[in-house]
């Protein structure tokens, strides 16, 4: 493999998100935490949505059912690293029964099932006292302990977060690369002229949902250890509005687009905070303003700005990244 | 059988309320082909301006009614279509929704800053008698509720069906390119589109809120229910948005009361799945077809 620019960027955001938390106050490595957390559900979100092309509004109640797990595993005394996967495996199969909808309408109207796929989640969170302790719901999660190395103290807990991260990254971007992801995006182009060319769009369909769940389910086994503290509002309809902005404000269908847009969607709201009351308002502003010049996302203005100065041919479709949604 | 009346004529009554934002959802998916997530708060907001107009610019009751009427009709109507939607046509899709659910927060966060994070009173607007009626209470305000609900859902019926404008509304929205030749100026029918919408919104509005009171927050459910009620009718049919409307309020109620308090947010959304995964073209819709 040549060593190029790309490598060498790739090698200087790895050393910034090593060296980012260090000597930071602990309200600042949280909120890293969070943001690589987010991440890696807007990431899920970015296969369904950005490249596959089925919006989905449930990838906060995966969130759930994988903290959820999570949470009700570590606190029966269960390592995270058993834990972990059980709930994945929940989101896998959770996943693939949403998917099914999917088979049938397209669109607006699956973006319907899946928020109301969402809210019942959280109604059973709620509602089930015996289960999920209801609005109370669980605290105290242990956070994984690995015998030398104790993810106890917030510093340990983001390098911790960021190896999962970093995994989760690469696999992603292995699937993209795969003959997989580039059926995905061919499902995404044209479904019928997909199915035309011998894809199996079913089992594809499918798929994309079900992979999507599972970074969701990720990021929720993450989140109970890192808040010790979950409730069903964390994982309400809004959480899912919020990740579907973070992949479309990043850009849909690029792969730098759900962490650039996780970025934004969390940490600009701090950023904003010392305007009090108001930083909401300017955040929904700047929201409307971006959707409005570059519906494709931050990312879309870099890459106009990029073929405005250097003109380069034209990409195919299913090859070019970046979804027109 | 007295109870089961009462239950039965407050939920129509609010089920109409729902009935007239639904309707919106509608309407603005015919002309912009989009789904407008902040409809909800389309229905909170113009309750505000009636506020605003009562308590700080002294307006007596009727006055400042037309004048949150006036103030919805150019902020949700005019502004909204020429300053969001306008320069993101013809290609919507999922930006212009993101934009809307952006525009939902805005709307959510500037009453909850700039008038107030708790609920207001709103005033009465009908009469609160109730009527004895073969031993059923029931509430002059139910019934005048849907019975305005109705009017002017039957006068906007008429207006689209009757009137050239109406009809040249419908066309633009089933084909602008054809409408266009026709020579109907489809770009002010599709803001004539987003003026009613406002217009229904802000009736929805002064409805609804002596019922529930004005709070920053009501929005979000009522937009969910009003969203429910238009796909659960059929998305691109004025008359299952009604019933939708009153279908989901019945239902609402008649859960709350026999069946479940707690999942009572829950059955509408069952419906929902069942009938997507039924008929996606809604109860009373009609098919459009997929595009290859």
Redesign the interface.
């Known amino acids: 493999m040549r060593f190029s620019l790309k490598h060498l960027l790739l090698l200087v955001g790895l050393g910034v998100l090593v060296v980012a938390p260090l000597g930071q106050g602990n309200y600042i490595v949280y909120m890293l935490c969070s943001w690589l957390i987010f991440s890696i559900a807007a990431m899920g979100l970015n296969l369904t949505l950005g490249y596959a092309g089925q919006i989905s509004l449930a990838q906060a109640s995966f969130m759930a059912i994988g903290a959820y797990t999570t949470a009700l595993l570590t606190l029966a005394g269960w390592h995270w690293v058993v834990a972990m996967p059980i709930g994945l495996v929940l989101c896998f199969v959770v996943g693939l029964a949403l998917g099914f909808p999917a088979l049938r309408v397209r669109g607006h109207f699956l973006a319907f099932v899946t928020l109301a796929f969402n809210t019942l989640v959280f109604l059973v969170a709620r509602n089930e006292d015996w289960l999920t302790g209801g609005t109370y719901g669980k605290f105290g999660m242990p956070r994984p302990d690995f015998g030398i190395v104790s993810t106890d103290s917030q510093l340990n807990f983001y390098y911790f977060t960021l190896i999962v991260f970093v995994i989760a990254a690469a696999l992603m971007w292995g699937i993209v690369r795969s003959p997989w992801g580039r059926a995905f995006r061919a499902l995404r182009e044209n479904p019928i002229r997909a199915e035309s060319l011998g894809i199996d769009t079913r089992r594809l369909t499918l798929l994309a949902f079900a992979i999507g769940s599972v970074y969701g389910g990720l990021a929720g086994s993450l989140v109970s250890p890192l808040v010790q503290f979950i409730e069903p509002g964390s994982f309400a309809v809004i959480h899912s509005l919020r990740i579907l902005l973070m992949v479309v404000v990043g850009g849909a269908g690029f792969f730098y687009g759900p962490m650039l847009g996780a970025a934004v969607v969390i940490l600009l709201p701090e950023v904003l905070r010392f305007t009090e009351g108001y930083y909401l308002i300017l955040y929904a502003t700047l929201v409307i303003v971006l959707m409005v010049f570059c519906p494709s996302g931050l990312i879309g203005v870099g890459s106009r700005i990029r073929d405005k100065l250097w003109s380069r041919t034209r990409d195919r479709g299913d090859l070019k990244q970046g979804a027109q949604l | 059988m007295s109870q089961f009346a009462q239950v039965l004529l407050s939920g129509l009554s609010t089920g109409s309320i729902y009935a007239l934002a639904a309707i919106g959802f509608t309407l603005i998916w015919q002309a912009a082909q989009t ?1 407008n ?1 902040a409809q909800g708060e389309f229905v909170m907001l113009p309750a505000f301006f009636v506020l605003v107009a009562i308590n700080f610019l002294g307006m007596p009751l009727w006055l400042a009614l037309l004048f949150g009427l006036l103030m919805a009709v150019l902020v949700l109507g005019l502004l909204f279509k020429k ?2 939607v306008e ?2 046509l013809p ?1 919507t ?7 809307t ?3 939902s ?2 709307l959510k ?2 009453v ?2 700039f008038y107030g994070a708790e609920a207001q009173p709103f005033p009465d607007i009908l009469p609160q008698q109730t009527m004895n009626l073969a031993g059923a209470v029931i509430s002059v305000q139910d019934i005048l509720n849907l019975v305005i609900s109705i009017t002017a859902v039957v006068a906007l019926t008429l207006f689209l069906n009757r009137t050239i404008t109406g009809r040249s509304m419908q066309a633009t929205a089933q084909n602008p390119a054809v409408a266009t030749i026709l020579g109907i100026d489809t770009k002010r029918m599709v803001l004539y589109t987003f003026l009613i919408n406002a217009g229904l919104a802000a009736l929805a509005s002064f409805l609804i809120s002596p019922l529930y009171l004005a709070k920053f927050s009501n929005g979000e459910t009522l937009g ?1 229910v009003a ?2 009620a238009a ?1 659960v009718g059929g ?1 691109n049919q004025i008359r299952g948005a009604i019933a939708g409307g009153l279908l989901i309020g019945v239902l609402d109620n008649l859960t709350a009361t026999y069946i479940t308090a ?2 009572r ?2 059955l509408p ?2 419906l ?2 069942l009938i ?2 039924w008929r ?1 073209q809604g109860l009373l819709g009609t098919d459009e077809g ?1 595009q ?1």
């Open positions: 789904v997530f300053l969001i320069p993101m290609k899709g999922l930006p212009l929704i993101i934009a659910m952006a525009l927060i805005l966060e500037s909850k800053e969910v969203f429910i796909i998305f707690e999942y947010a829950a959304l069952v929902l799945i997507i995964l996606p997929r290859v």
